[in-house]
């Protein structure tokens, strides 16, 4: 693997073996890299989860982490991306992991710098870190993924979280069906399901997995927090309605209250928490067969041996 920038990029195979490794490794396997590693992480947008479990992930696995705050560095003077990253490069960073709120900044990197890119999240496009610690949380819970239906509920239009989990769990066979202010369903979603409404979702879904309102990616008027939670949100009753041993998903953060009821947040059907933890083990198991691609000297240019 040279690349993590989308999950459609990914094989099956590849999916399945970052989720074994993922697994392997909260089993208490080690494993370290045969050189040193220099990998810096670059995050234009905010991010509390998916930037701390990275670091951790990388210092689990010996990497060593240049320090970058984008509001510090010369991004402020107005250095580009691209320039920044071929910077990185020169002074030795092989790998960078980034979240940008352009959709598909990658384009403008790959094929153009030696760097090994992994994508923490690019605007309303793609989050594959996130899908592949959604598949082995739900993994763990079911077995597989054939048959189980998987209801995504929420922001659809502006998660790109919901897009890269709709792509990956319908490969794998999920049924995966939509539900939520029907405004945010459009043709990009309509390819890997169905729309249903609120109450059809949450009875029939062996997952229900709930996502944030973006506020700071809509050009209209804010959602009214109570209306939302009562049209479209996961209340207690609704999910009094849920099916036996079906389980409870949100990426986070969570708006308390608005997508989900404060309560059911830490309630036995969440795994909330869990795909937090399982983000750790997900994020090694991705710069592990990253840098192993570097070790073979697999990767263009023989930049890293
Ligand atoms: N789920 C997720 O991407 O969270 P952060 O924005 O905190 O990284």
């Known amino acids: 693997m040279e690349h993590c920038l989308t999950t459609t990029d990914l094989t099956i195979d590849e999916i399945q073996g970052i989720l074994a490794d993922a697994e392997h490794f909260i089993n208490g396997k080690m494993w370290k890299p045969k050189n040193k590693v220099f990998i810096a992480n670059l995050f234009f947008e905010n991010s509390t989860r998916t930037k701390c479990s990275f670091e951790v992930a990388e210092r689990r696995l010996g990497l060593d982490i240049i320090p970058f705050e984008v509001s510090t560095s010369s991004v402020s003077k107005g250095e580009t991306l691209y320039d920044t990253v071929k910077t990185l490069e020169a002074i030795g960073v092989q790998l960078a992991v980034i979240r940008h709120n352009e959709n598909c900044y990658f384009d403008q990197l790959i ?38 239906k998987v209801a995504i509920v929420g922001d659809l239009r502006h998660s790109r979280v919901a897009r890269s989990n709709a ?14 202010p029907e405004i945010w369903f459009d043709q990009d979603m309509a390819q890997h399901g169905q729309y249903v409404s609120i109450h059809k979702a949450v009875k029939e879904a062996d997952v229900i997995m ?13 959602w009214d927090a109570e209306k939302y939670h009562k049209a479209f949100g996961l209340t207690l009753e ?15 953060p969570v708006n308390r209250g608005v997508e989900i009821a404060d309560s059911l947040v830490e309630c036995g059907r969440s795994r909330i928490f869990k795909q937090m933890q399982n983000g750790v083990f997900i994020r090694m198991a991705v710069l592990k067969r990253i840098i192993e691609q570097f070790e073979r000297g697999e990767r263009n240019g023989n930049h890293h041996q």
């Open 210 to 222: 709930l996502l944030r309102v973006q506020h700071e990616r809509h050009e209209g008027g804010r």
């Open 238 to 252: 609704r999910e009094k309605m849920m099916k036996k041993g079906s389980i409870i998903m949100h990426p986070a």
């Open 111 to 148: 094929g153009k710098t030696n760097s090994a890119i992994i994508n923490a999240g690019d605007g309303c496009g793609h989050h594959p870190t996130q899908s592949l610690l959604d598949l082995l949380t739900i993994k763990q819970e079911f077995g597989s993924f054939k048959g189980l």
């Open 167 to 180: 792509e990956s769990l319908n490969r794998l066979g999920a049924n995966v069906i939509f539900s939520g």
